[in-house]
């Protein structure tokens, strides 16, 4: 009897298990097709040259996204740059360098980092950031792509640190010890060593921080500046720019339902989804050669 009743508990446990992996993939699946579902019209209505166009006018009747996907690849990219070398720096620095009572607090402090909203940083970044980037660079506005790639970097960092702090703590000690036996240094072995063998789990920390920024919208909202236009200057890094989720996040209140400008949001919407699929892809990739390579290694 009582083996009858452990058998049920486990069919029911792994019956639930799989429910909630199958609901998240249908959950997936449901937001495309309910994406797609709005903003296929607008493959059929505009025109390519329209729609891949170089200006954002809706009231005349241009929707070109260009400026839109540029801006928020300008400013992702920005935040990665900031953010990747911080972030590495950091999870090294407590995985490795910190003591065991620094590495309780900051452990911690770092959780707390991306419990903040969006939108208070957002805030802090209109009325502390952008001031002092228009006084440092002595730029027109300091509401620039520039801005918004520092407070994207910001919410990406407690991301990167705490995936990457894991990757390098799965590093096998022993990896460690036979580095320091044959006269490596402490250094030496973290940079030849430890990051050689955590690369795929740091590169998946990048790949999560990327999607964490590319996704944001309050923040970025606020503080980039708003403006449709491609990003081709040299110093377009230091002028407004306008993101795609800025963009649905403004304008999609204000349009009627059924609408051309309705139907082109979601279509931004799609571009957003499918950006964000192929990161995660590629994300999933690096973990499925690296385990390849690791079980290569070991048959070897």
Known sequence: MNRLNVRWREFIIETLIRLSGFSAILFVVLVFLFLLKEGAPTFWQISPGNLFGQRWYPNEGLFGTWPLILGSLLVTAGAVVI????????????RELAPDWLREI???????LAGIPSVVLGFLGMVAAAPLVRQVLNVPTGLTAFTGALMLAYMSLPTIISVAE??????????????????????????RVVLPAARSGVIIAVMLGIGRAIGETMAVMMVTGNAA?????????????RT?????????????????????????????????????????????RSGERRGGRLMG
Do not use: C
């Not at 953010?83 to 407590?94: E, K, Q, S």
């Not at 900051?106 to 707390?112: A, Y």
């Open 83 to 94: 953010a990747l070398p911080l972030g590495l720096a950091t999870a090294v620095f407590i």
């Open 229 to 241: 236009r491609v990003p081709h200057e040299w110093n377009a890094l230091f002028l407004p720019v």
């Open 244 to 288: 795609m989720t800025a963009t649905i996040a403004a304008e999609m209140g204000e349009v009627a339902q059924g609408s051309t400008h309705y139907h082109v949001l979601f279509a931004v919407g799609i571009l957003l989804f499918v950006v964000t699929f192929l990161i995660n892809a590629a994300a999933s990739a690096v973990i499925i």
């Open 166 to 191: 894991d990757a390098i703590d799965a590093v096998p000690t022993s990896y460690r010890d036979g580095a320091l036996a044959l006269g490596a240094t402490h250094w030496q072995t973290i940079w």
């Open 106 to 112: 900051l452990k911690p402090l770092i959780e707390v």
